[in-house]
């Protein structure tokens, strides 16, 4: 029977989402964070997303763990595979048949905030690796990283250019509490998004098919549905706009006139001026030195540096 820790009840996520959310609309300017993107909905236009002409980063990603798969296990020879922000576990087969096949691989560890994530993950996962043990944990990897397995060498991996929707000091903060739970031998596998030519970025956050519009402006359904709010989804406009001196995208909604919104959970209004804008999402874009530079300020040392062959995309890893 494969085993599943929470660490997080609905309860403990509903109330940091009220916090969460209280702060980042009464801030100026306004924010909302990108982890409430993922209900049902918003997960299956991630998922949309990901096949989408303009998106490259899932593709590019992929092709580099082909090409690379055999290359890290060999690397890591890891025992456990940790995988942070497990999502759909594709791209996780590649790796698992790949440390499977150097003979190392005992145990695969998917770490999700979302409990559903999780326990859709396991069965095929236990299916599919025979003798491989399943250990779910359902975990805010920001807080949680010092309860998972440690069975070691560890292969921590964090795919998806997810580290990139952190703000620096939270990427480095969470960058240095991954890097205090691993010993030597232990390893972390980082996904991340390179910079290139703005107008590729630009529409790779703002497709043609408005996905990517239905994905930002899914937030305020989250919001209606989970704290009793009336965002009139309409009244707001999806922007992608490249921050050149951050080198980040950020996501925006813009409302398109004055409107007050009432959110009951939180027993609050908030105003919108006409042609406001809600930062809903960073999404940082590195170069090879940045993510040496901070992988070497975690404690890490950086191991290896692989991209895919257009060079639009990198997985890095940083030995303990
Ligand atoms: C899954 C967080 C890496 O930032 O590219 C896709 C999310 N947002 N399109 C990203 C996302 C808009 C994605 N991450």
Request: net charge negative; glycine share 8%; hydrophobic share 45%.
């Amino acid at each position: 029977m494969p085993t599943i820790d929470r660490h997080l009840t609905p309860e403990d996520l509903a109330a940091t989402m009220r916090e969460d959310v209280r702060r980042g609309l009464t801030a100026s300017p306004k924010v909302l964070a990108p982890k409430y993107f993922y209900d049902g909905r918003g997960s299956e236009l991630f998922e949309e997303i990901t096949r989408l002409p303009e998106y490259y980063p899932t593709r590019a990603e992929r092709e580099i763990l082909e090409t690379r798969a055999a290359e890290i296990a060999d690397l890591t020879k890891a025992r456990t595979l940790v995988e942070l922000g497990s999502g759909s576990s594709e791209k996780t087969h590649l790796l698992l048949g790949a440390l499977r096949d150097v003979g190392s691989l005992e145990r695969y560890v998917p770490v999700d905030v979302s409990a559903d994530a999780v326990e859709w993950a396991m069965p095929g996962l236990v299916e599919a690796y025979p003798g491989v043990e399943v250990h779910g944990v359902v975990a805010d990897f920001e807080r949680h990283l010092h309860l998972l397995p440690t069975e070691g060498p560890r292969l921590v991996a964090f795919l998806g250019g997810t580290v990139g929707n952190f703000e620096p000091d939270q990427r480095a903060a969470f960058l240095a509490a991954v890097a205090a739970t691993m010993t030597p031998g232990d390893a972390l596998l980082l996904g991340t998004d390179l910079v290139k030519d703005p107008a590729r970025l630009v529409a790779a956050y703002d497709d043609a098919a408005g996905v990517t519009a239905d994905f930002d402006l899914n937030v305020l359904r989250v919001m209606n549905a989970s704290l009793g709010a009336d965002f009139d989804v309409d009244g707001f406009q999806h922007l992608s706009v490249w921050n050149a001196e951050d080198e980040w995208i950020e996501m925006r909604l813009r409302s398109r006139r004055a409107q007050r919104v009432r959110l009951d959970a939180l027993d609050l209004e908030v105003d919108f001026a006409e042609g406001e804008e809600v930062r809903t999402e960073i999404s940082a874009k590195f170069r090879q030195s940045r993510v040496e530079a901070e992988l070497e300020a975690a404690g890490l040392r950086p191991t290896a540096f692989w991209t895919d062959e257009a060079g639009d995309y990198a997985l890095s890893l940083g030995t303990a």
